[in-house]
């Protein structure tokens, strides 16, 4: 199974020819795509998942998951084809890490394992899947995303169940970085920007600057008190980082009421479009070697 999960959880190196199925889940809600080629072959659906097969990103019911999945691609006459995954973005941290080197270890996850950094995580990195992305500049910075190793074995388990091959896993951070990564590039590196990312129930917000993600809090969508508690992370960061300089709000997908929050931000918005993948996780996903 570990050999399983380091496939599945390391960069793709391959091209993928054929078709490929992508897949992006939530706690609620499973998005599909397929790609012939690199080309959209059938457009983006929705499928809500059975009940409380998820908690926190965590497979709850592997068995009942693996054969939904199944039956579902079955159904829609994709079974057999590679399987790409984003995870749930409750199913891994991300945090950026300053290395205390001059040059990059010949095998950074392995040096990153032993120099073994307090990063606040809820698990050890001995027992966790790790993607690490380098950062530009100096000093020397790479972006971690990582996972425990347990959840990478059950989802993993899924796609066992489910008959389909399993091309990848990816964290769900990775995905979305990717589908900014032309946006963010643009941007001043001066500015600093809030990005609101809505998924499903729930919406993750997190500042950035540089390309780089430097806090995050998850929120209900609908919470009718969020602009107050945006505007307390704000406070929150610039009271570490005084700065920091927040010019720009950027929304990946509609929220209710988002021009007054806007306005209570005293921010220009900018409601990103991921034509045609319609999903800026999918988007990345579809993008991700």
Not at 118 to 128: H, I, K, N, W
Not at 245 to 271: G, M
């Amino acid at each position: 199974m570990l050999a399983t999960v380091r496939k599945a959880w390391q960069p793709l190196r391959s091209q993928w020819l054929g078709e490929a199925v992508l897949l992006s889940f939530e706690d609620r809600v499973m998005r599909g795509m397929a790609l012939r080629q690199g080309a959209i072959s059938r457009p983006l659906w929705e499928s809500m998942l059975p009940a409380q097969a998820l908690e926190n990103g965590m497979p709850e019911l592997v068995d009942e998951l693996g054969d939904f999945v199944g039956d579902l691609l079955l159904t829609e006459k994709l079974m057999g084809q590679a399987v790409r995954v984003a995870l749930p973005a409750q199913a891994a941290q991300w945090r950026v890490i300053t290395w205390p080197l001059a040059d990059w270890p010949d095998d950074p996850i392995d040096a990153l394992r032993t120099i073994d950094p307090d990063l606040g995580l809820p698990f050890a990195l001995a027992d966790a899947a790790i993607d690490l992305q380098p950062l530009p500049g100096r000093p020397l910075r790479s972006l971690l995303v990582a996972a425990p190793r347990a959840l990478v074995e059950a989802w993993s388990a899924v796609f066992e169940i489910a008959g389909a091959p399993l091309e990848r896993l990816l964290p769900a951070q990775v995905c979305l970085r990717q589908a900014l990564l032309p946006k963010l590039q643009a941007a001043d590196p001066r500015d600093g920007i809030l990005l609101l990312h809505p998924a499903g129930a729930g919406c993750s917000a997190s500042l950035w600057q540089q390309g780089v993600p430097l806090y995050e809090r998850l929120f209900e969508a609908d919470d009718p008190q969020l602009a107050e508690k945006l505007q307390q992370i704000v406070a929150f960061y610039r009271s570490r980082e005084a700065a920091f300089n927040l010019r720009q709000l950027w929304l990946t997908a509609s929220l209710p009421h988002h021009d007054e929050l806007a306005a209570a931000l005293q921010l220009p918005l900018e409601q990103l479009s991921f034509a045609p993948y319609d999903f800026a996780v999918m988007q990345g996903l579809a993008q991700t070697r």
